[in-house]
């Protein structure tokens, strides 16, 4: 009966605290790739990037992407200025 005592206490004093998120650190720079041979001239590269995972940045490497149509454009995926990470896509 004490430990659940206790544990509302502890729980509701804390319940009040709010802790503001904070930004993620700098990206590391991006690592070199080596690109392989096109399996299919219907694909386009998409290179590698860092992703941020909640706690630390873990590197996803690149990779061939299905090409949808002749007339449309392959953006790449990039991180803007404010730190938000813009998948890459199609245009």
């Avoid at 860092?50 to 490497?61: L, N, R």
């Avoid at 990779?63 to 245009?91: E, I, K, N, S």
Wanted: net charge positive; proline share 16%; with cysteine.
């Amino acid at each position: 009966m004490r430990q659940c005592v206790t544990a509302i206490i502890l729980c509701t004093g804390l319940a009040g605290c709010f802790v503001a998120p904070s930004a993620p650190p700098p990206v590391p720079a991006p690592r070199v790739e080596v690109v392989p041979p096109p399996p299919t001239p219907r694909v386009v590269w998409q290179p590698g990037g860092w992703h941020w995972s909640g706690g630390s940045y873990a590197w996803v490497p690149g990779h061939y992407v299905q090409r949808l149509a002749a007339y449309h454009r392959w953006v790449p995926g990039h991180w803007t200025p404010a730190g938000v990470w813009v998948a890459g896509r199609w245009v």
